[in-house]
């Protein structure tokens, strides 16, 4: 088979993991923030070396069915607001208070919206009405509006389009300075008002970001003559070329690619309950996965903020390998502060001046400069602890050594913090730790909420990415049915299938060799869920009193997925150490601690904690009282014994 590449671009570090239908390949590269397209190709270009002992970044693309891209620059804009300002246009003065009822969503609203709201008449006479959107279009532009959001009527949209064909006369888009107008009834068929504006405002905001980058990365492709379209890995699990994509859907992708994986690994192992620990540069993003099913919302939330599209029940906390760990007010905190790729951690040497867990490892002796990145980044301990020594250990009064232990301490305690609510039964709990930081302190931080078994996969550095591989082409649809009958039923049955044709054409396959799967949603007047069966046409819907109804049409192209075999228990025999390493347990005492290669060990080995483990980019530190045993796949296995 041709090859597939899945990339997962963080804020820190980009992923990049190619699999030739038998053996994964990857590698991981700096994220380069000023433009995302150059760490793109930088990433490709490494694992070209890796695949055919040579940097062949032609080679590779030629030979590549698809490429599936997934990029947390949505999630950051929006935590960081950087995007256009938002015009609004509705009919009712009475929807702003709707939009602002939390405190999340007040400010969101105040940051992205603001007083640039016009309240018009949908209903008034052609002449009035094309007077009035003239006169607010003007005002909320001169305003600072970049982009604007109609939201008018309550029922299927007649009234947004009415406004649609005055705006379109009367500001074509083909002038220069259009301004570009989401209708919210055309992009989310949801009758709670609502999550169906915060929808459009969120997309409306994100849109230009991603819309820049993907498209420029789309024609550095092509000027490589690459066959097929980049595809977007979306935050339902699925992927779809650029121009089939919204911008909402890429928020938070990223973690989904983990859940996709983490059930990969709940269904091998056979484990009840497994908590993803999916620890970047910036942030944990914690999800559940229980009983080989992904906690999904039906209608989802951004940031406390109500939206229309199913979202993975994914909380993300801001405690990474790049957060600041800082003093205030005589305590040592860590993050939500980060410094990134640039200037990253103290210790790469690129100008950083505050401190990191990264920087804490280095000098308690858990990472090893020579092998940090598998070679790929030099760490300047000097730096480390030049930092530590001015941001942490003067201002308390304490040694350098004192510092790295109870900082050590506080980044266990504010990871177990990012998880604890999840954990229903320790018992039943198994924690999977990925991310280029998870291993390093999942022992501490499970001790602590009482998880007495931690897995931490092979591909623990680029597990995102790897998640990414169970990813097929797909698209969604939802209607709402305006009458509970058959024949209103089959209306929008008949509308929802003709545009899955024409997409699907447009992905470059035919929908009578998709997967296509039918069902009729109920939800109570409130819109909370009520009910999901399958339809067939000529069914009736079934609904009580203020209940409504939306049928959903889900359409798959599907793609190869690997398969990580049985995880059934290897023989034991004791694990072989490739050498040891002064690690710091307390600020008095230094331990010679056994180092053992996740890859050089057969199936079945074991051995005792306190230990280093070095996996392919990553670090995992197992603490004393924990047991290690290497699987059957290769995977890391960790069980506290106390």
Same mark, same amino acid.
């Given at each position: 088979?041709?090859?597939?590449?899945?990339? #997962?671009?963080?804020?820190?570090?980009?992923?990049?993991?190619?699999? #030739?239908?038998?053996?994964?390949?990857?590698?991981?590269?700096? @994220?380069?923030?000023?433009?995302?397209?150059?760490?793109?190709?930088?990433?490709? @270009?490494?694992?070209?070396?890796? !695949?055919?002992?040579?940097?062949?970044?032609?080679?590779?693309?030629?030979?590549?069915?698809?490429?599936?891209? =997934?990029?947390?620059?949505?999630?950051?804009?929006?935590?960081?607001?950087?995007?256009?300002?938002?015009?609004?246009?509705?009919?009712?003065?009475? %929807?702003? &208070?709707?939009?602002?009822?939390?405190?999340?969503?007040?400010?969101?609203?105040?940051?992205?919206?603001?007083?640039?709201?016009?309240?018009?008449?949908?209903?008034?006479?052609?002449?009035?009405?094309?007077?009035?959107?003239?006169?607010?279009?003007?005002?909320?532009?001169?305003?600072?509006?970049?982009?604007?959001?109609?939201?008018?009527?309550?029922?299927?949209?007649?009234?947004?389009?009415?406004?649609?064909?005055?705006?379109?006369?009367?500001?074509?888009?083909?002038?220069?300075?259009?301004?570009? +107008?989401?209708?919210?009834?055309?992009?989310?068929? #949801?009758?709670?008002?609502?999550?169906?504006?915060?929808?459009?405002?969120?997309?409306?905001?994100?849109?230009?970001?991603?819309?820049?980058?993907?498209?420029?990365?789309?024609?550095?492709?092509?000027?490589?003559?690459?066959?097929?379209?980049?595809?977007?890995?979306?935050? &339902?699990?699925?992927?779809?070329?650029?121009?089939?994509?919204?911008?909402?859907?890429?928020?938070?992708? /990223?973690?989904?690619?983990?859940?996709?994986?983490?059930?990969?690994?709940?269904?091998?192992?056979?484990?009840?309950?497994?908590?993803?620990?999916?620890?970047?540069?910036?942030? @944990?993003?914690?999800?559940?996965?229980? #009983?080989?099913?992904?906690?999904?919302?039906?209608?989802?939330? %951004?940031?406390?903020?109500?939206?229309?599209?199913?979202?993975?029940?994914?909380?993300?906390?801001?405690?990474?390998?790049?957060?600041?760990?800082? !003093?205030? &007010?005589?305590?040592?905190?860590?993050?939500?502060?980060?410094?990134?790729?640039?200037?990253?951690?103290?210790?790469?040497?690129?100008? /950083?001046?505050?401190?990191?867990?990264?920087?804490?490892?280095?000098?308690?002796?858990?990472?090893?400069?020579?092998?940090?990145?598998?070679?790929? !980044?030099?760490?300047?301990?000097?730096?480390?602890?030049? !930092?530590?020594?001015?941001?942490?250990?003067?201002?308390?009064?304490?040694?350098?050594?004192?510092?790295?232990?109870?900082?050590?301490?506080?980044?266990?305690?504010?990871?177990?913090? =990012?998880?604890?609510?999840?954990?229903?039964?320790?018992?039943?709990?198994? +924690?999977?730790?990925?991310?280029?930081?998870?291993?390093?302190?999942?022992?501490?931080?499970?001790?602590?909420?009482?998880?007495?078994?931690?897995?931490?996969?092979?591909?623990?550095?680029?597990?995102?990415?790897?998640?990414?591989?169970?990813?097929?082409?797909?698209?969604?649809?939802?209607?709402?049915?305006?009458?509970?009958?058959?024949?209103?039923?089959?209306?929008?049955?008949?509308?929802?299938?003709?545009?899955?044709?024409?997409?699907?054409?447009?992905?470059?396959?035919?929908?009578?060799?998709?997967?296509?799967?039918?069902?009729?949603?109920?939800?109570?007047?409130?819109?909370?869920?009520?009910?999901?069966?399958?339809?067939?046409?000529? &069914?009736?819907?079934?609904?009580?009193?203020?209940?409504?109804?939306?049928?959903?049409?889900?359409?798959?192209?599907?793609?190869?997925?690997?398969?990580? /075999?049985?995880?059934?228990?290897?023989?034991?025999?004791?694990?072989?150490?490739?050498?040891?390493?002064?690690?710091?347990?307390?600020?008095?005492?230094?331990?010679?601690?056994?180092?053992?290669?996740?890859?050089?060990?057969?199936?079945?080995?074991?051995?005792?904690?306190?230990?280093?483990?070095?996996?392919?980019?990553?670090?995992?530190?197992?603490?004393?009282?924990?047991?290690?045993?290497?699987?059957?796949?290769?995977?890391?296995?960790?069980?506290?014994?106390?």
């Amino acid at each position: 088979m041709e090859r597939l590449i899945n990339i #997962d671009n963080g804020g820190t570090l980009t992923d990049i993991c190619v699999w #030739d239908g038998e053996d994964f390949t990857y590698t991981k590269t700096l @994220t380069t923030p000023f433009d995302l397209s150059q760490c793109l190709f930088d990433g490709i @270009t490494k694992a070209s070396a890796e !695949v055919f002992g040579e940097k062949n970044l032609e080679g590779l693309l030629h030979s590549t069915q698809h490429i599936r891209y =997934s990029t947390t620059q949505g999630t950051n804009a929006l935590v960081e607001r950087k995007g256009p300002r938002i015009g609004l246009i509705t009919d009712d003065a009475a %929807v702003v &208070d709707e939009l602002r009822q939390s405190e999340a969503e007040a400010s969101l609203f105040d940051d992205l919206v603001g007083n640039r709201v016009a309240i018009v008449d949908p209903h008034a006479d052609d002449e009035a009405l094309n007077f009035d959107l003239v006169q607010h279009v003007n005002a909320l532009t001169t305003d600072g509006a970049a982009r604007i959001v109609v939201a008018v009527g309550e029922t299927n949209g007649n009234e947004e389009r009415r406004l649609r064909q005055i705006l379109l006369r009367k500001f074509p888009r083909h002038l220069l300075g259009s301004v570009p +107008i989401l209708y919210s009834w055309e992009f989310a068929a #949801d009758r709670v008002r609502a999550r169906r504006i915060w929808s459009g405002i969120i997309n409306s905001f994100l849109h230009p970001t991603m819309e820049r980058f993907l498209y420029n990365a789309e024609d550095r492709l092509r000027e490589h003559r690459v066959r097929n379209p980049l595809l977007i890995y979306r935050n &339902d699990g699925a992927s779809s070329r650029v121009a089939k994509s919204v911008a909402l859907k890429t928020y938070s992708s /990223g973690p989904r690619g983990g859940l996709e994986g983490t059930r990969a690994l709940a269904q091998a192992y056979g484990l009840k309950h497994v908590l993803m620990i999916d620890v970047g540069g910036t942030t @944990t993003d914690v999800g559940s996965v229980k #009983d080989a099913q992904i906690a999904v919302e039906r209608r989802g939330s %951004v940031k406390g903020v109500p939206i229309s599209f199913p979202l993975s029940d994914v909380h993300s906390a801001g405690v990474g390998g790049s957060s600041v760990i800082s !003093v205030k &007010d005589g305590e040592i905190t860590v993050g939500p502060e980060s410094v990134g790729a640039a200037p990253g951690p103290a210790c790469f040497g690129f100008g /950083g001046t505050s401190a990191t867990i990264t920087d804490v490892n280095l000098l308690l002796g858990v990472l090893d400069p020579a092998t940090y990145l598998d070679g790929g !980044v030099s760490l300047d301990a000097e730096r480390a602890k030049a !930092v530590i020594r001015s941001t942490v250990a003067e201002p308390l009064g304490i040694t350098l050594e004192e510092a790295l232990v109870r900082m050590e301490a506080a980044y266990f305690s504010r990871m177990a913090e =990012s998880f604890a609510p999840m954990i229903e039964n320790p018992a039943e709990t198994t +924690i999977a730790a990925f991310g280029g930081a998870g291993p390093m302190s999942a022992c501490g931080a499970a001790r602590l909420n009482n998880v007495k078994s931690v897995l931490i996969p092979k591909l623990a550095a680029v597990f995102s990415a790897f998640g990414i591989s169970f990813s097929d082409i797909g698209q969604n649809y939802e209607g709402g049915i305006p009458e509970p009958t058959a024949e209103s039923a089959k209306e929008v049955y008949d509308a929802l299938l003709a545009r899955a044709e024409r997409d699907i054409f447009q992905e470059g396959y035919d929908l009578a060799s998709c997967q296509v799967a039918w069902h009729l949603a109920v939800e109570e007047a409130d819109g909370s869920f009520v009910s999901e069966t399958p339809y067939t046409v000529g &069914d009736v819907p079934r609904l009580s009193d203020g209940q409504r109804a939306s049928l959903k049409l889900s359409v798959t192209v599907e793609l190869p997925h690997p398969s990580l /075999g049985s995880g059934a228990a290897a023989t034991p025999t004791p694990a072989v150490p490739n050498g040891s390493r002064q690690v710091r347990s307390s600020a008095t005492q230094v331990d010679e601690v056994s180092v053992y290669s996740l890859v050089d060990q057969a199936p079945g080995a074991t051995a005792q904690g306190p230990a280093i483990v070095e996996g392919p980019f990553f670090t995992a530190r197992v603490l004393e009282g924990w047991k290690l045993d290497v699987t059957a796949t290769g995977d890391l296995m960790l069980t506290d014994t106390r």
